[in-house]
């Protein structure tokens, strides 16, 4: 008898997408990079020194925020740094949802915002997307607990103006809101200059999707300072070093090379483009995407059954088995080969 069950948490956890171990397999469900990290990465990390891994690492961080504040012009005291934007957002959950009003996001989205919010018992509530799954900024203003919104969307790919986000910000100024810019550099501006001009707002980016990184494990938050000073205390009262040397190091690395990053990005958006049309001879509507993945249908097949014809071709998209969205799939733009095998498969069927 397990006499401790009810006295331990129970909660239903956020389901990431699978990473198989086979070689041959097209793997366009998770949204990572299909080309590797800036060459300046490999260099890095055979020029580092493995004496330093005896020490626990800099949470200053001085070297990877001193490229972060050229690129976005901001300031040392407003960035935070954190294990994956996952980190980071659950910091931010953790350290700015604090009242008894409901934080607010779409109703499709990013899965792990209602985790975060269970796990922290913040009360939420998901508000609809319109017919063609737009945010309709109006339903954000009032009394709320905070905001919450990826721009662009996932798993639409929608992007929203700048303008539309900052009347967000202004009908909210007694809470904070938050944009997740996890997709920001595949065709959409970046809210970050606005942290200057409001002190209730945080961006929060990734080193996981444009920068060809999720195996390090970066990400990070800008904001007011206060804000980040904030999230530091939080921060320090659970874990003060979530940012490991080597991460560090190679982050850096990777974001001095911002001619190979355009060019990734460049060529992810025209493959984008080039898939878009291609399903499109095939039937397939797809939303108009800013991200490195589209969201598609076709009215003609169901797309589990779709789902799973792709999977015995080895090929991996992602499919929600859930309420508005269960005729849609999710599909990362790979490499053109990838995308002409994956049009092959889904003509022959
Ligand atoms: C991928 C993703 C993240 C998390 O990325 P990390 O790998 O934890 O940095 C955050 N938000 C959205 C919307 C994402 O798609």
Partial sequence: MELW??????????????????????????????????????????????????????????GLKAVLMDTYNVSQDEIFLGNGSDEVLALSFMTFF???????????????????????????????????????????????????IANPNAPTGIYMGLESIEEIIENNRDCIVIIDEAYIDFGGRSAAELIHKYDNFVVVQTYSKSRALAGIRVGYAMADKKLIEAMETVKNSFNSYTLNSLSQIIAEASAKDREYFNKCCGNIISTRKWTVDRLSELGFDTLPSSANFIFTTNKSIDAKTLFEYLREQNIIVRYFNKPRIDQYLRITIGTREQMEKLIEALRRY
């Fill in 5 to 62: 069950r009810d006295k331990i948490r129970k909660i239903e956890p956020y389901v990431p997408g699978e990473q198989p171990e086979g070689k041959d397999i097209i793997k366009l469900n998770t949204n990572e990079s299909p080309y590797p990290p800036s060459p300046m990465v490999k260099k890095a990390i055979e020029e580092y020194n493995c004496e330093n891994l005896r020490l626990y690492p800099s949470f200053v961080c001085k």
């Fill in 98 to 148: 604090n009242s008894d009003r409901a934080v607010l996001f779409p109703d499709i989205t990013y899965s792990f915002y209602d985790v975060w919010c269970s796990l922290y018992s913040i009360p939420y509530r998901r508000i609809p997307l319109d017919n063609s799954f737009r945010i309709v900024k109006e339903d954000y203003f009032g009394e709320n607990g905070g905001v919450v």
